[in-house]
T-cell receptor, first 115, second 113 residues
Framework: GNSVTQMEGPVTLSEEAFLTINCTYT??????LFWYVQYPGEGLQLLLK?????DKGSNKGFEATYRKETTSFHLEKGSVQVSDSAVYFC??????????????FGTGTSLTVIP | DSGVTQTPKHLITATGQRVTLRCSPR?????VYWYQQSLDQGLQFLIQ???????AKGNILERFSAQQFPDLHSELNLSSLELGDSALYFC????????????FGQGTRLTVV
């Protein structure tokens, strides 16, 4: 079956530190992979995505590379800001297209960035 | 703004009651998903509809039910409410394409007292 495992939190970093949040997946077939971010009091927003092996998704300084050989999609940012404090969710979609994709989410990793 | 609209934003009700949460998906999106988010259990998938038909079921209690109407909006009905049902309930929608993402609404915060 399909599943996503991501790094347990919470994660606390100082401003300008390097961020890595690990995500690995199990899937039948070739899923699309996503990172979502949830700011306090809000819904989940798409941060970035990758739809095939070796694709790199990037947005707002965050990036993640779809690694089929290691079934991973780790989120990285070179220099975090206080405004990056949020909960980050890794997810995959099974690409069923015309019958409706199913999405599988990790448990979320809470990030706090301190000045 | 994701284009997914959920109403109401907040709901306070007593144990044993029944409530209905409403979701309007983005224009053109055929899939609607419902999720429950509580502090101790993360994001739990409840149910998915695609073009009016139930597509997948997750950890949805028998006291909960949902439907998707011909105009594609969806409703989640929660009955015989218990204190433990207090949570954020999110609706998401997605288009029919294989590589599309899910777009989330702002959620309905349900408090059962």
């Amino acid at each position: 079956g399909n599943s996503v495992t991501q790094m347990e939190g919470p994660v606390t970093l100082s401003e300008e530190a390097f961020l890595t949040i690990n995500c690995t997946y199990t899937a039948t077939g070739y899923p699309s992979l996503f990172w979502y971010v949830q700011y306090p009091g809000e819904g989940l927003q798409l941060l970035l995505k990758a739809t095939k092996a070796d694709d790199k998704g990037s947005n707002k300084g965050f990036e993640a590379t779809y690694r089929k050989e290691t079934t991973s999609f780790h989120l990285e940012k070179g220099s975090v800001q206080v405004s990056d404090s949020a909960v980050y969710f890794c997810a995959l979609s099974d690409k069923k297209g015309n019958t409706g994709n199913q999405f599988y989410f990790g448990t979320g990793t809470s990030l706090t960035v301190i000045p | 703004d994701s284009g997914v609209t959920q109403t109401p934003k907040h709901l306070i009700t007593a144990t044993g009651q029944r409530v209905t949460l409403r979701c309007s998906p983005r224009s053109g999106d055929l899939s609607v998903y419902w999720y429950q988010q509580s502090l101790d259990q993360g994001l739990q998938f409840l149910i998915q509809y695609y073009n009016g038909e139930e597509r997948a079921k997750g950890n949805i209690l028998e006291r909960f039910s949902a439907q998707q109407f011909p105009d594609l909006h969806s409703e989640l009905n929660l009955s015989s409410l218990e204190l433990g049902d207090s949570a954020l309930y999110f609706c998401a929608s997605s288009f029919r394409g294989m590589n599309t993402e899910a777009f989330f609404g702002q959620g309905t915060r349900l408090t059962v007292v």
